[in-house]
């Protein structure tokens, strides 16, 4: 038997980096992806995101993974909780 083990990375940290990186890019934020913790809150104390903010994050996910985010989803509210939560659902509803 090959007991080559693969390397320690999931696909979704993976993705929360990639998301973090398009979140900086469309907000011009003056940090590095590495700064975002994934559990911290988007809005508030955690990044300082604004309801404008969170606004030009979903466009931006929507074009770059091919789906929906509805501004009146009841879902909304844990979807952009936190860099984490926001991964898993990309994960989960993406298309591309």
Request: net charge negative; glycine share 4%; proline share 3%.
């Amino acid at each position: 038997m090959n007991n080559i083990q693969k390397p320690v990375v999931s696909s979704n940290s993976e993705l929360q980096l990639e998301v973090a990186v398009l979140m900086i890019e469309c907000l011009n934020l003056e940090i590095t992806a590495d700064q975002i913790d994934p559990d911290a809150p988007l809005y508030g104390e955690g990044l300082g995101l604004d309801s404008i903010d969170v606004l030009e994050v979903a466009l931006v996910v929507s074009k770059r993974y091919g789906m929906q985010l509805r501004a009146d989803s009841a879902d909304n509210q844990y979807t952009f909780s936190s860099l984490r939560s926001l991964a898993d659902y990309i994960a989960a509803q993406r298309t591309r």
